[in-house]
């Protein structure tokens, strides 16, 4: 499949983002918002991140050039002829379900859907439609003009020619894609919101103070920042959220075990040579 008309829902932060990169990789993309002002905010960063990035030199094209292959709306239907749909509203499941169940019967029969959440399941979301088979994750990182990854998750039922169209076209956005699969917090999430998290036990157990943990990691791990700096960055509302949702789904007890499959072993009591 050919993709050529990208449709994206939210005009947020990760929404806006998404559709800059599509439509300075080529693509002519329709946002899709809730209101008129949402959709004119979300623009107006557009054009003012296209702006810097042409004075850094980094654009191909003049940010007008850009810019024209952007069009938003408040009307589903007008993402009709959109070949891949990249969802970026907020992180409330129902409302998501939503939006897909409403697309499914107004998109042709082959557009693939894409969700960017950074926690909820693929898998849940796809049950909404009734094409799982063309049903993605894209999860891309904050700020997406910036950040290189991609992470291209797919569920049991994803078709591998969807799979590869939906990589290739992270590739097409000037990004690197990562295969992950649809288990909770993906690749990046799952290391680093225990990691995250940690750094606020090791705090709040005396290791160090703010800056000292935030420096040890910076200089002794070559990090680009610390963790307390990364969470200021993330939010503490969101790496709560995340971590509510990693409890759910039973890796709670994780970060403290021993990664071993043989847990038995460890039970008081057994031999010690036994481990
Ligand atoms: N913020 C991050 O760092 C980050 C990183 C990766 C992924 N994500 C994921 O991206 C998604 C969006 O996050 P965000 O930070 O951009 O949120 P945001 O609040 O900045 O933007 C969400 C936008 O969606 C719009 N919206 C809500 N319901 C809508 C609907 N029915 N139709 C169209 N638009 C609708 C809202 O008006 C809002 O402008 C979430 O699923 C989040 O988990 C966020």
Redesign the pocket.
């Known amino acids: 499949m050919n993709i050529q008309k990208v449709g994206v829902?939210?005009?947020?932060?990760?929404?806006s983002g998404i559709a800059q990169v599509a439509a300075t990789a080529g693509f002519g993309v329709t946002v899709?918002?809730?209101?008129q002002k949402?959709l004119d905010k979300?623009f107006a960063g557009i054009e003012k991140s296209l702006a810097k990035l042409a004075e850094k030199g980094t654009l191909k094209e003049s940010p007008e050039a850009v810019r024209a292959r952007l069009k938003g709306t408040t009307k589903p239907a007008d993402l009709a002829d959109c070949d891949i749909i990249i969802?970026?509203?907020?992180?409330n499941v129902a409302?998501?379900k939503?939006?897909y169940a409403g697309l499914d019967g107004i998109v042709k029969k082959d557009t693939i859907f894409a969700?960017?959440?950074?926690?909820?399941s693929i898998t849940e979301l796809m049950t909404a439609t009734k094409r799982p088979e063309r049903f993605i994750g894209l999860?891309?990182?904050?700020p997406v003009p910036l950040m290189k990854l991609v992470e291209v998750v797919r569920t049991i039922a994803t078709a591998s020619d969807v799979y590869e169209t939906a990589y290739d076209f992270a590739k097409k956005l000037g990004k690197v894609p990562v295969r992950a699969s649809d288990k909770s917090g993906f690749i990046v999430n799952r290391l680093l919101v225990p990691y995250l998290l940690d750094a606020i036990r090791a705090y709040e157990e005396g290791v160090g103070s703010i800056e000292d943990i935030d420096n040890a990691m910076k200089l002794g791990c070559g990090y680009p920042m610390g963790p307390f700096t990364l969470l200021d960055f993330?939010g503490l509302d969101?790496t709560d959220e995340r971590a509510r949702i990693f409890r759910l789904h039973c890796v709670q007890q994780l970060r403290h075990t021993i990664p071993r499959d043989d847990q038995q072993h460890l039970s008081p009591g057994a031999p010690t040579q036994a481990r």
């Open positions: 829902l939210g005009c947020g932060l990760m929404g899709l918002e809730v209101e949402l979300g969802e970026a509203i907020i992180e409302q998501k939503e939006m969700s960017n959440t950074s926690s909820i999860h891309f990182f904050n993330v969101t």
